[in-house]
């Protein structure tokens, strides 16, 4: 279980920065901000992996809690970014 545990967290982690790019381009194309960016952060990681699921039939349930995780952690990548770069 911890091993399966640590699989998930490692995946979702390496995720994040896929999920971090596509919530980058759709900030500068749109004028979201604030608890949007978040919002929109989790809805691209949960289909993002909701798909992936559906076309190489992954379990459903583990890839849509992957996609919340990399969701999550693609913002707390963002902010961490922007605190380095000072913004």
Same mark, same amino acid.
């Given at each position: ?11 979702? /982690?390496?995720? *994040?920065?896929?999920? *971090? ?10 004028? &979201?901000?604030?608890?949007?960016? &978040? ?6 990681? /949960? ?7 559906? /076309? ?6 583990? *890839? ?9 952690? *693609? /913002? ?12």
């Amino acid at each position: 279980m911890k091993e399966q545990l640590m699989e998930l967290i490692a995946t979702s /982690v390496a995720l *994040s920065f896929v999920v *971090s790019g596509i919530v980058e381009a759709i900030k500068k194309n749109t004028q &979201i901000a604030g608890i949007g960016i &978040i919002i929109t952060a989790i809805l691209v990681g /949960v289909g993002l992996l909701g798909a992936m699921a559906l /076309v190489f039939n992954f379990p459903l349930a583990e *890839s849509l809690l992957l996609g919340l995780l990399a969701g999550l952690a *693609s /913002v707390g990548a963002f902010e961490g970014v922007k605190q380095v770069k000072g913004e």
